[in-house]
């Protein structure tokens, strides 16, 4: 229940928008079609207003959603849903054709007004026009770097906001009436509107309240750089597994805010990120970053912590995954776990703090699996259901690339390993 929440809110707000609509009536007398066309209207922002208030990463969204990443997939379907609507709400208008007008109102009609009612419908037009460009153009964009598609997604606020306007200059209802169909909708057009100031204009500069300077560097493995942060001010406070977004301000290394793993257990006025560089951003880090330089943290998010699961577990790391677990067995892991920790590597040279895993105190409820792919082929669920008795239920834990989570999860599945659940982090932030 808890991890359906989030959709489950989502589900009411839109069943509550129906409800809302079904006891209002419209200016004047207009066909069913268009009556109907309102109505989508109303639910296409509805979506927009969450998918807007999901861009702001406010803290009640882990809770809701059991971590901000989880938040985010429901902010790529809600987009395209919302944009479905809005071609909905045109073809029903297309449809229901020109409203009836009463003659009172018709009488009280004068040519400017008129005017202005076309160029409301115009403003309709342009605003689904450039959602449909930039949705396509974000779809295209999810090959392209993450900054990139950070840039077209606060372009989205133009469409959003002429949007508005045409809502509030064309809607065949009292959009500021005091029937619960207009206030609902006057509510939700208020948080998607200061969401959008939040997320574009005040983010960036209010959220990243934690200040480090770089106390040390070390490459742990082949394009991995190890970021030891000592704090410059207030310390954070977080959980092992969590993650939280870093930001170097400067022109020097020109880093963009992006989220990476906590790589260590907490420890006070200090903090640690394990970077591999796999982009144009993080590319620059190995060249660009130096002791002393600072950084910006805001977090921290995620829900990805073994304490919430069963006392049996599978740990399944794969590359740069490792660092969710490092913070794991680096932290007091309870006597009565027991816990079966496999970390697959391409090779020996891109292996992280392999040295310092094969050097943990020996513990029974703790056996470490190490797997270099190169010499023995790929971590396998026929390879991990040899340490595991498959017939007891597990929580499994994985990070790593998601199509190692794809394979794994179905061979783990063909092996009929008994599994609770399966937990990851989703960082596909688009």
């Not at 300077?213 to 742990?220: D, P, W």
């Amino acid at each position: 229940m808890k991890k359906k929440f989030g959709f489950l809110l989502i589900l009411f707000t839109f069943i509550l928008t129906y409800i809302c609509w079904l006891f209002v009536q419209p200016l004047s007398s207009i066909p069913s079609a268009r009556q109907y066309s309102q109505l989508v209207a109303g639910m296409a922002l509805v979506g927009f207003a969450l998918v807007n208030f999901i861009s702001t990463r406010n803290p009640i969204l882990e809770k809701c959603f059991n971590g901000l990443d989880k938040s985010y997939i429901y902010h790529k379907y809600l987009s395209i849903i919302s944009l479905i609507l809005v071609i909905m709400h045109t073809q029903l208008l297309d449809a229901g054709g020109k409203p009836e007008r009463s003659l009172a109102i018709a009488q009280n009609l004068s040519k400017g007004a008129r005017n202005s009612g076309h160029i409301f419908k115009t403003f309709g037009s342009i605003s689904m026009y450039l959602f449909i460009g930039l949705v396509i153009l974000a779809l295209i964009a999810k090959k392209l770097n993450y900054e990139r598609w950070k840039l077209i997604h606060k372009i989205m606020f133009i469409p959003y906001i002429i949007g508005i306007i045409h809502y509030y200059g064309s809607s065949n209802y009292a959009v500021f009436g005091l029937d619960s169909f207009s206030i609902f909708l006057n509510i939700i057009n208020f948080i998607g509107i200061v969401s959008v100031i939040y997320s574009i204009f005040i983010y960036e500069t209010s959220s990243f309240k934690y200040k480090f300077t770089i106390e040390k560097l070390e490459l742990v493995a082949n394009s991995m750089i190890e970021i030891t942060g000592k704090t410059l001010g207030r310390s954070m406070e977080f959980l092992p597994g969590q993650f939280a977004f870093l930001k170097l301000p400067g022109k020097e290394n020109n880093f963009p805010s992006h989220p990476f793993s906590i790589s260590q257990a907490p420890k006070k006025g200090e903090i640690q990120f394990t970077i591999k560089a796999l982009g144009d951003h993080t590319g620059k880090l190995l060249d660009t970053l130096k002791v002393g330089h600072e950084f910006l943290v805001s977090g921290p998010h995620g829900k990805f912590n073994y304490i919430t699961g069963s006392k049996k577990q599978i740990w399944i790391a794969g590359g740069i995954g490792i660092t969710p677990f490092r913070s794991f067995y680096q932290s007091d892991i309870p006597e009565d776990y027991s816990i079966d920790f496999f970390y697959a590597f391409n090779n020996k040279e891109e292996g992280a703090y392999i040295e310092e895993i094969m050097k943990l105190p020996k513990r029974n409820n703790l056996r470490v699996h190490l797997l270099n792919s190169k010499e023995e082929g790929f971590l396998s669920g026929e390879k991990i259901i040899k340490y595991v008795n498959k017939t007891d239920p597990v929580d499994v834990y994985f990070c790593g690339p998601k199509p190692m989570r794809e394979i794994l999860k179905k061979q783990l599945k063909e092996n009929q390993l008994n599994i609770i659940d399966f937990h990851y982090d989703n960082f596909q932030f688009k």
